[in-house]
């Protein structure tokens, strides 16, 4: 599913796991949606994403998460 959003943008969710999540995701954690500032890479394919709050999560590699990613025109 894609949608337009305000200023013309278009955001679509996926399902995002430690492979494919990427800077700029926008995933929602407790009501709150938390936007991917950073990505480390991690040990048997673990990942840890920085959220521009500053808080942390590490996910492993069998955790599969919906983001909402803003698609990129060619």
């Known amino acids: ?10 955001v679509t969710s996926i399902e995002a796991t430690s492979t494919t999540v990427q800077r700029g ?12 500032r950073d990505l480390f890479q991690l040990p048997q394919g673990a990942k840890q994403l920085v959220f521009e709050s ?16 803003t698609l990129r025109r060619r």
């Open 1 to 10: 599913m894609s949608d337009r959003v305000y200023g013309g943008a278009l």
């Open 25 to 36: 995701d926008i995933i929602q954690l407790g009501g709150r949606a938390c936007r991917v």
């Open 54 to 69: 500053g808080e942390l999560l590490t996910i492993h590699t069998r955790t599969r998460l919906v983001v909402v990613r």
